[in-house]
């Protein structure tokens, strides 16, 4: 890891805890919502095959960020909010339902709507951290996958 990100003040590594577990909160339900969708046997797999690659997309972030606080000689998190595992509770609970696609892709769209928002805040508030320039990149992944998820979930709302 670059050592510009060694000696972070306290502030931006409470920060990148944040965006750990919501990394790790997303990932874990666009797995969910993909293993849902296999589970639907339906004909239609490029929305799993998606929520697959963000999935694994989050994951990678997670990591990243976890190694930033590592080299800060702390423990980062490993685990998501109980706030998120309520939300795949629901998610289940849609799918289960009857919502397939339409339905994930609503609440899969209101997650991204919080991770986007929780990115804008930490740049907001961290300035001119070095780790900004880290979150700059995770944020432009973070809108183009909430931006995906919107207009698939619009499509859907359409047929």
């Not at 990932?27 to 293993?35: C, I, P, Q, V, Y």
């Amino acid at each position: 890891m670059n050592s510009e990100f060694n000696n972070l003040p306290e502030s931006s590594l409470d920060w990148l805890q944040n965006l750990i577990e919501i990394n790790i909160d997303s990932s874990k339900g666009f797995a969910e919502a993909a293993e849902k969708l296999g589970e639907m046997k339906q004909k239609d797999r490029p929305v799993e095959a998606m929520f697959r690659s963000l999935s694994a997309d989050r994951s990678a972030q997670a990591q990243e960020l976890k190694a930033i606080v590592s080299a800060n000689q702390a423990k980062p998190t490993d685990s998501g909010s109980v706030a998120a595992a309520a939300h795949r509770t629901w998610m289940d609970l849609r799918a289960a339902l009857g919502g397939g696609e339409q339905a994930l892709l609503s609440e899969a769209e209101r997650g991204e709507d919080q991770i986007k928002a929780k990115y804008e805040e930490a740049l907001k508030d961290l300035g001119t951290c070095p780790c900004t320039q880290v979150l700059r990149r995770h944020y432009v992944a973070v809108k183009a996958s909430h931006d995906k998820v919107r207009d698939l979930r619009d499509a859907y709302a359409k047929v």
